[in-house]
């Protein structure tokens, strides 16, 4: 049953593949627009063999790390703290509410105006960006704790810090879940943005330097390692989450 | 309830006067009216009161989640206010964590007191203990989700237990199970009375149960709510439900029940 699922899910893939390929040696498809699969994955071999892909990727993935790991861990205390207190909310709701709707790529130019073009400004708009759907999924899952769980750990006096710790935080974690898979989700298009704009490494780095250099086959490298790394850490994040909440 | 004479039994719990009204649109709408009652120790009073009366408002009040508006509960004459250790309470709905494991989610009813007292083995000795009375041998380490519903409900009553208090609310604890599954938990239950020798006060709809399990029963009107009447159970355990004595004193409460209409005859088939 797995393995015929598996066949089929790549029948499309491996059909597009072997069409584009064929389109590109007749010359229908513009091999300097689209250069054939074959192509692309030559300039995967070079680029790995002159160790220039594997230093991209690992910039990208570092800038990633640093910033989901701070934005992570403020959003689930930031999301926390709001969700146990109506007032903390209260007080900040306003400048969230203005915050929240920025579009990440917006805080790039701003932030190299105040840090500079160095590792700072990236990691920190990565962090914005995953900030945002795991405080908001962490204050949700903090406000729809079943109030049924809670009286439970009141008739049995637990107190305020134990309930907060074992009936709450477990009670919230499927919703705190959700906001990191989201969350790295956008970590990852905040990095690849920020490269983009302003960077002299990294996987969005490539895509833009290559476009100046005229070698397309290495963009569409760089663009399809962003997909396939994207896919691989969701994959870690569903294993962890399953492990996690196996009781779910 | 009235004291009995003859009895040296002492009071566990009392409740004395006791009035809760709530605010309804500027209104104040009387829930419980002076409610008087005095619950002797080692009893099990089965409550039964029309639906939308003030049975649980009164759980709440005497578990200490809700505040009455006059009146006060005394547990061994020892005015109680808010939650207290004495008391505590069997949900409706099972109300067990569903990322605990069935062991930790009775671990959780352990006092914090007593569990600091207590080492590792000796609180998984305790637990064991509890995990064996309600028959959950072999389901320690299952999650909630994995038991059936009835296996729950003997999960929580292990959990309260396991806090080892002087009175036992349950509220509607059967009221989400099949047939065959509520009987076999109220068999279940009084064994677990029996051994433990605990206070139990249970709220129900269903009249065979209070009759089954019983000593007194306790019949609510419609709100506000007073006692209207209370009956004393006398049958010999275990109980038969099919005998004349157990037939007999069911039809008797679900007359005072419906007052003594017509529509009695009816649904007590």
Redesign the interface.
Known sequence: MRGKKIILSLILPVVLVILWEIGGRTGSINPSLFPTPGRIFQAFLKTMGNGKLEANIFVSLRRVFLGYLAGAFLGILAGVIMGLSETVHTVFSVIFEVLRPIPIMAWVPVLILWIGIGEPSKVIVIMIGSFWPIFLNTYDGIRNVDRKYIEVAQIFRKKRLQTIFEVMLPAALPSIFTGLRVGIGSAWVSVIGAELIAASAGLGFMISYSRELAQPANMYVAVLVIGIIGYFINVIIKKVEVKLLKWN | MSVNQESEKSIALSIKNLNKSFAVDNDLVDVIKDLTLDVEEGEFISIVGPSGCGKSTLFRII???DTPTDGTVSIEGRQVSG?D?DI??V?Q?N?L????RVKDNIL??L??ERRKKLGKEEQKALVDKYIELVDLKGFENS???QLSGGMKQRASIA?TLI?DPKVLLLDEPFSALDAFTRMSLQNALTDIWRKEKKTMILITHDIDEAVFLGTKIVVLSERPTRIKRIFDVNIDRPRDRSSDEFTNLRRDVMREFFGHKSEAVEYNI
């Open positions: 578990g200490g989640l939650i250790q505590s309470m949900f709905e109300r964590f569903p990322w605990r959780f009813g006092d914090d999650y909630p989700k959990r806090s």
